[in-house]
């Protein structure tokens, strides 16, 4: 029965371009989309911008353009990359929007008519690039802020709290009797050793004097809502959760995608939001690890070692892209990314489906006028392989969404292409073609290539949307509406063309130099 599935990525800030870590976690939720598409699901997919805050305020005072023109112009950054990245978002959430904020603003009016959230003064160390207080112990050994490598900046000022100790037990222990909850594993190890000291009280504004782009907090015009408090309701706001009656039915099956660089908010906080609101937690979290851009540390924006998407789609397209950030980052850790890598990643490719494609297509149309010979019958050794192939991705659709079931299936693709294209070597059909006696078997080695070659496309459509429809449409396969069908001898007798090739060979430009 098909069942709705809510897919989120966070929403990036808005004080620069994105790069390959914010469309790293935005194709991950698409390839997820698709493959819930593929199984006959009803997924929604939501990302947006998160457009309040000191950050984005400073890259604007910087900049100096009137706010509203800026914080357009840097959202539709995003979603450019996303169209190019063939992204298929149901909702975009822009934090500024009006519908965000009243939602915000009546969560918080309702928590604080509650009592739930106390005004105090507050001293403490502020890294502006996680927009958050950090405690001694969070810090590197020179005091500096590990993922910014900036030293925090001591600010006391008075501020809203809201109060998260009284909720550590609880969710202690649904972590603990749901294991699944945050995958991989251990990050539920990493969020279950913040849960051991009690929780201080968490900063829920910023006094204006200081942060002017924000949510108004209703009850003290003094202040704006603290950018987390605000970004994380957009979960639900991109819902309408209040007036949406399949709230509960959608929500249920909710997946939060994060890099593990803010798993305490979306791991700690929000959960405890949730609960204080009246919202259970969201189904899954699945976080990854960073990319390791050149000079060994994380990539990111305020350290300035960034591989610009938008170039490297210009040089070795999107699919490829897509493929390369999928297939590195595995549930084991951080992953390196690098423009030589990159094009390694494009080569590998072409050597592998590039390949298969190619020969199978030009071989077919040298000696079969292009017809696919699918009325011969297959011998026991080729319908088995085909089989295993079929098998193999049959397993890995039959997995929940996770970052390795997204993982293994590029690995699969992978391997099968190799497989087959070994099965195609080996029984060297171009030989087999001059022997008017071996004409059965070159029309079987040529049938169990091209039904293998489908098999294989239909299972990438999701890390490689446009690849796996030029795929199947150069095989007369409609793909209006990809399934999760593998069975095996599906091919007509029908005559194909040789298409263009997938991945041509790359210009010496752009990238290398
Ligand atoms: N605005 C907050 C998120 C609020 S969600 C309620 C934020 N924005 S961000 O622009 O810094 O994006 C962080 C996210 O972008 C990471 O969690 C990850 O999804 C992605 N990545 C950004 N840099 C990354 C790497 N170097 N490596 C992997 N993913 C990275 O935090």
């Given at each position: 029965?098909?069942?709705?599935?809510?897919?989120?990525?966070?929403?990036?800030?808005?004080?620069?371009?994105?790069?390959?870590?914010?469309?790293?976690?935005?194709?991950l939720a698409d390839a997820m989309k698709k493959i819930e598409q593929m199984k006959g699901n009803t997924p929604l997919l939501s990302t947006g911008t998160d457009e309040h805050g000191q950050k984005n305020q400073h890259s604007c005072e910087k900049i100096g353009k009137p706010i509203d023109v800026f914080?357009?112009?840097q959202s539709a950054l995003f979603k450019n990359l996303f169209n190019r990245l063939n992204i298929d978002y149901d909702f975009f959430v822009r934090t500024s929007a009006a519908s965000h904020k009243t939602i915000v603003s009546r969560i918080l009016q309702n928590l604080y008519d509650r009592g739930l959230i106390i005004k105090k003064n507050y001293e403490g160390l502020y890294c502006e690039g996680c927009e958050q207080f950090k405690k001694k112990c969070d810090l590197d050994e020179n005091g500096l802020c590990p993922d910014h490598q900036v030293k925090p900046k001591v600010i006391s000022e008075e501020n809203y709290f809201f109060?998260?100790?009284?909720?550590?037990?609880?969710?202690?222990?649904?972590?603990?009797?749901n294991p699944d909850w945050i995958t991989p594993r251990n990050y539920a190890k990493e969020v279950l050793s913040m849960l051991e000291e009690p929780l201080e009280d968490l900063c829920i504004s910023r006094p204006k004097s200081r942060v002017w782009l924000g949510i108004e907090l209703p009850f003290d015009k003094n202040f704006v809502t603290y950018i987390w408090f605000d970004a994380l309701i957009n979960y639900i706001s991109t819902l309408d959760w209040e007036n949406n009656e399949k709230f509960e039915e959608i929500w249920k099956n909710s997946y939060h995608l994060l890099a593990k660089d803010i798993l305490k908010p979306h791991c700690v906080y929000w959960p405890i939001m949730l609960k204080a609101i009246g919202i259970p937690p969201v189904h899954r979290c699945i976080v990854h690890g960073y990319w390791i851009g050149e000079g060994g540390i994380k990539m990111s924006k305020s350290l300035g070692n960034v591989v610009d998407p938008n170039e490297v789609i210009d040089s070795i397209g999107t699919d490829a892209l897509r493929f390369y950030l999928l297939n590195n980052m595995n549930s084991t850790g951080d992953a390196p990314i690098s423009i030589s890598l990159l094009l390694q990643g494009y080569r590998i490719l072409a050597n592998g489906l590039g390949n298969l494609q190619m020969r199978a297509l030009k071989i077919l149309d040298k000696n079969l006028n292009g017809i696919i010979p699918a009325e011969v019958e297959l011998t026991n050794d080729d319908k088995k392989l085909l089989q295993d192939i079929s098998d193999s991705f049959k397993s890995i659709y039959a997995q929940d969404l996770s970052l390795s079931m997204v993982n293994e299936?590029?690995?699969q693709i992978t391997n099968?292409?190799?497989l087959v294209n070994g099965y195609f070597s080996s029984e060297e059909p171009w030989i087999l073609a001059k022997d008017p006696s071996k004409s059965n078997r070159f029309k079987q080695v040529l049938k169990t290539t091209l039904e293998a070659l489908s098999l294989i496309a239909t299972a990438a459509y999701p890390i490689m949307p446009k690849i796996s429809k030029e795929v199947l449409n150069s095989l007369n396969i409609p793909t209006e509406n990809i399934i999760t069908d593998f069975n095996i001898e599906k091919l007509k007798s029908e005559k194909i063309k040789v298409p263009e090739p997938l991945f041509p060979p790359l210009e010496k430009k752009v990238l290398e130099n």
């Open positions: 029965m098909s069942q709705y599935t809510f897919i989120t990525t966070p929403i990036y800030y808005t004080n620069g371009a994105p790069h390959i870590g914010h469309a790293y976690t935005t194709i914080l357009e112009e109060r998260l100790e009284p909720y550590r037990q609880w969710l202690k222990e649904y972590i603990t009797n299936l590029t690995n099968a292409c190799s």
